[in-house]
């Protein structure tokens, strides 16, 4: 795996704007209007941002996968932080989506340990190369990363397909949260082969 740089950008978020569009926990805070798919791509480039910032951003070798890492430890409010904000509720949320949203990352972060982790916020594979094998190897690839800080790795997911292959990583489910769909938190331990 390489790091992506601000080249990168166009390319990892039409890599996940293109794998999430359908997804139930993007689309849930998403507003739902002629402009989704925009709005999606708007809600990638900020977690693009986001990890640049405080965090890490993976492509594979061919560059046909990519994963977004945050060091939640690391983030910190900022001007920036706040103008990326409110561009994430006038271009993506919308204002009326605004307490829905609050309530939802209310919820996970009650939910979400605060230990010092690992979170792989998103991972995406094109969708013409899906099944190859591209993804399990980048996936494998974080977890090695994630042995070598030492730190256990943590994320969501409402894509009930996606579990047994979270689960042969050593993945397991140490919560769900019922929305208007079902989300799955995840947790791998550190050290773990």
């Known amino acids: 795996m390489i790091n992506a740089n601000p080249n990168d950008r166009a390319l990892v978020v039409n890599l996940l704007a293109e794998s999430f569009d359908d997804n139930q926990s993007v689309n849930y805070i998403v507003k739902q209007d002629s402009k989704r798919v925009q709005r999606i791509r708007v809600l990638m480039d900020y977690s693009f941002e986001i990890c640049s910032l405080f965090g890490a951003i993976y492509l594979s070798n061919d560059k046909k996968a990519c994963a977004l890492i945050v060091f939640p430890d690391q983030k910190r409010t900022t001007l920036k932080s706040i ?12 204002l009326g989506g605004i307490q829905k949203t609050l309530r939802r990352e209310g919820l996970i972060k009650k939910i979400q340990t605060k230990e010092k982790m690992y979170y792989l916020w998103f991972i995406s ?69």
């Open 83 to 94: 103008l990326m904000d409110l561009k994430l509720i006038f271009f993506c949320v919308g």
């Open 125 to 193: 594979v094109d969708k013409s190369n899906q099944h190859s094998g591209i993804g399990s190897k980048l996936l494998q690839e974080i977890i090695e990363d994630g042995n070598s800080k030492n730190l256990p790795i943590y994320l969501e997911t409402s894509t009930l397909k996606n579990l047994p292959w979270y689960e042969r990583f050593g993945f397991k489910i140490y919560h769900e949260l019922k929305l208007s769909y079902a989300l799955f938190f995840l947790k791998r331990d550190a050290g773990k082969l």
